[in-house]
């Protein structure tokens, strides 16, 4: 995938907005993650023929992996959202995070700013909708 523009300078989204934006993250990272799975097979086969030259060339590869992982970590953070680890997305709502993991295919969760993936909590089981989006 291309390079990404700036989207939101105020990073700051409704949950309308978040989900109108979960396509292109989910596609982004879609690709990312299916480019970091041809190197990570690449890395078990070397070091699994062992030798020195083998684990050097996995080394090298572990290195791409990680520039794989930094170029989606920095689209993302260019659509104005926070990459919070590998392949997991979180999307300001004023009031705490929509928080997103791939391969989930919806927007489904949010938790407060002072809690993290563990202690997310469904969007629809929120008693109040503007907890959450106080853009709604």
């Given amino acids: 995938m291309g390079s990404v523009f700036e989207f939101n300078r105020h990073n700051v989204f409704s949950k309308e907005q978040a989900n109108q934006l979960l396509s292109l993250v ?7 993650d299916a480019e970091l799975k041809k190197i990570t097979d690449q ?12 684990l050097e060339i996995a080394s090298d590869l572990e290195g791409h ?11 993302i953070i260019k659509l104005g959202l926070e990459p919070k680890g590998v392949w997991l997305v979180d999307f300001d709502s004023g009031s705490g995070y929509f928080c997103w993991k791939y391969p989930e295919l919806e927007l489904k969760f949010w938790h407060g700013y002072k809690d993290g993936f563990s202690n997310r909590q469904p969007i629809e089981g929120t008693k109040n909708i503007d907890e959450c989006d106080p853009l709604h």
Avoid: F, P
């Fill in 26 to 32: 989910y596609r982004i990272t879609s690709d990312a």
């Fill in 43 to 54: 890395i078990k086969l070397y070091k699994e023929q062992g030798g020195s030259r083998n």
């Fill in 65 to 75: 992996a990680q520039i794989i992982i930094t170029k989606w970590e920095s689209k």
